[in-house]
């Protein structure tokens, strides 16, 4: 049976493992978040939400809990999204469903920019 560190030096020295600078901004990150939020305040919070850049509310119900996507160019700016969420008054709790990242080449980093300039 193969260690855990064994399994891990085996998958790094695949030609095919992605190799990802947490840093950097050549990559796509989403995640899903569900979001629990005082119903009383739900309105307010929605609000405030939707400063956070990158961040888009699927839905929502009279009970506080909304659907949440955070969509940014980079893993510090995703980490920095969803500290801002949790940080906002009138949320109880956060909970990170899903997340997801892709290095990106040039032609798509182009074509993201291109689809944000004709956003603003």
Known sequence: MMTLTEAVSDLKSDENYLKVN???KNVISVCGVMVFALPEKRTEV???MLEISGLEIHGAND???LVVTIETPSYKETGDAVTR???LEGILS???IYQHAEALDDVEITQLENNLESKL
């Open 22 to 24: 947490m840093s950097e």
């Open 46 to 48: 929605e609000a405030r």
């Open 63 to 65: 009970d506080g809990k």
């Open 85 to 87: 969420l949790q940080k």
């Open 94 to 96: 956060i909970a990170m």
